[in-house]
T-cell receptor
């Protein structure tokens, strides 16, 4: 079975500062990896996904993530955050060929002015 | 496209009452998922359907929970009788079969959720 660990439950940063949200996964088989964002009182929206190929994946709103197979990580980064990035971010894993997404516990990103 | 539509957005009920949550997936999507989100347990997959057929209901907590998908455009999640520990946000999500335009991966589109409070 697959599992996801998001190492930080909360990350406070100042506006325009860089941010990294950490995600590690566990799986004995090849997987797809995702980051979703949840704004207050809304459903989850896809930020980006890693399927294959280049390990650096670019998503919406200036976010990017890097797949590191040896470290089983898929950390999310943004070089300069904005107040509007305040949200909860979820890392998710899915076994290749399967349909079930397993989500991490989420990281709450708070941007301070 | 209006996206995944869930109703009601908020439901407050008393313990022992029946609760029915509804979901309309994106037209053309052939997978439908029900997730539950709580502070303690995060996002848990309850059940998912493919072409209206339940594929995996191993996440359904107990017999009080049931889900149906009578047609491609409608699904329900029912709790009977409801208990305070069922209080959560319930999300419905839909997707296309992997390979149909999304690079071989199952990319979910979520609804806005139904917030259930059982008193």
């Amino acid at each position: 079975a697959q599992s996801v660990t998001q190492l930080d439950s909360q990350v406070p940063v100042f506006e325009e500062a860089p941010v990294e949200l950490r995600c590690n996964y566990s799986s004995s088989v090849s997987v797809y990896l995702f980051w979703y964002v949840q704004y207050p009182n809304q459903g989850l929206q896809l930020l980006l996904k890693y399927l294959s190929g280049s390990t650096l994946v670019k998503g919406i709103n200036g976010f990017e993530a890097e797949f590191n197979k040896s470290q089983t990580s898929f950390h999310l980064r943004k070089p300069s955050v904005h107040i509007s990035d305040t949200a909860e971010y979820f890392c998710a894993v899915c076994r290749r060929g399967a349909q079930k997404l397993v989500f991490g516990q989420g990281t709450r990103l708070t941007i301070n002015p | 496209d209006a996206g995944v539509i869930q109703s009601p957005r908020h439901e407050v009920t008393e313990m022992g009452q029946e609760v029915t949550l509804r979901c309309k997936p994106i037209s053309g999507h052939d997978y439908l998922f029900w997730y539950r989100q709580t502070m303690m347990r995060g996002l848990e997959l309850l059940i998912y359907f493919n072409n209206n057929v339940p594929i995996d209901d191993s996440g359904m907590p107990e017999d009080r929970f049931s889900a149906k998908m009578p047609n491609a455009s409608f699904s329900t999640l029912k709790i009977q009788p409801s208990e305070p520990r069922d209080s959560a946000v319930y999300f419905c999500a839909s997707s296309l079969t992997p390979g149909q335009g999304m690079g071989g991966a199952n990319v979910l589109t979520f609804g806005a959720g139904s917030r259930l409070t059982v008193l």
